[in-house]
């Protein structure tokens, strides 16, 4: 099972809203994967718990060395499809 990390400024309203959008596509197309919220301020400790990451705010995520999208597209609805596919290709790899 993939483990997903959503990391926004806080941890509780946007990166939860993006979470349980990914939560729920993830389930509606059966794959293997978990999502969580995670505060920004506590990403670089846990980093390595998780597969992939997904960026609401911008940070250092390239030095990361994990495989990252952008959750503003969950937010906004603009460039979902795409973004999907792609947190998709990463989920199935």
């Given at each position: 099972?993939?483990?997903?990390?959503?990391?926004?400024?806080?941890?509780?309203a946007t990166?939860?809203?993006?979470?349980?959008?990914?939560?729920?596509?993830?389930?509606?197309?059966?794959?293997?994967?978990?999502?969580?919220?995670?505060?920004?301020?506590?990403?670089?400790?846990?980093?390595?718990?998780?597969?992939?990451?997904?960026?609401?705010?911008?940070?250092?995520?390239?030095?990361?060395?994990?495989?990252?999208?952008s959750g503003?597209?969950?937010?906004t609805g603009?460039?979902?499809?795409?973004?999907?596919?792609?947190?998709?290709?990463?989920?199935?790899?």
């Amino acid at each position: 099972m993939k483990k997903i990390f959503v990391a926004c400024g806080s941890g509780v309203a946007t990166s939860q809203t993006v979470a349980s959008k990914i939560g729920n596509m993830i389930e509606d197309e059966g794959l293997d994967a978990s999502v969580e919220a995670v505060d920004i301020k506590s990403l670089e400790s846990i980093i390595d718990q998780c597969d992939i990451y997904v960026s609401i705010v911008s940070s250092d995520a390239e030095s990361y060395g994990k495989p990252t999208v952008s959750g503003i597209p969950f937010l906004t609805g603009v460039g979902m499809d795409e973004t999907w596919e792609q947190l998709k290709s990463y989920i199935e790899a």
